[in-house]
Nanobody
Framework: QVQLVESGGDSVEPGGSLRLSCAAS????????MAWYRQAPGKQRELVAT???????FYIDSVKDRFTISRDNSKNTLYLQMNSLKPEDMAVYYC????????WGQGTQVTVSS
């Protein structure tokens, strides 16, 4: 079964940047449409961005032009470059298949505060 381990979260000031990583334990990663999700306190988990195995991407409106999703299939790793961070981006970030059908990892905490 594919395991996912997220990393890269930190505490930054508004306007700052972070790069999240998600390491997958299986080469099956390479055929999946992958996604980043986030869950803020008291809110439901929401889809943030997706990327196909061919590199086509999708973003929710609130992160367009600020976040970039990418993948390195040779390393079974998914990335999320986050720029111009806002307080409303603060959440625990998770990676998974777009369908959300893999076991969820522990996520990585992103805090945006002055």
């Amino acid at each position: 079964q594919v395991q996912l381990v997220e990393s890269g979260g930190d505490s930054v000031e508004p306007g700052g940047s972070l790069r999240l990583s998600c390491a997958a334990s299986s080469r099956l990663f390479r055929i999946y449409v992958m996604a980043w999700y986030r869950q803020a306190p008291g809110k439901q988990r929401e889809l943030v961005a997706t990327i196909t195995n061919g590199g086509s991407t999708f973003y929710i409106d609130s992160v367009k032009d600020r976040f970039t999703i990418s993948r390195d299939n040779s390393k079974n790793t998914l990335y999320l470059q986050m720029n111009s961070l806002k307080p409303e981006d603060m959440a625990v970030y998770y990676c998974n298949r777009k369908e959300g059908t893999l076991p969820w990892g522990q996520g990585t905490q992103v805090t945006v505060s002055s």
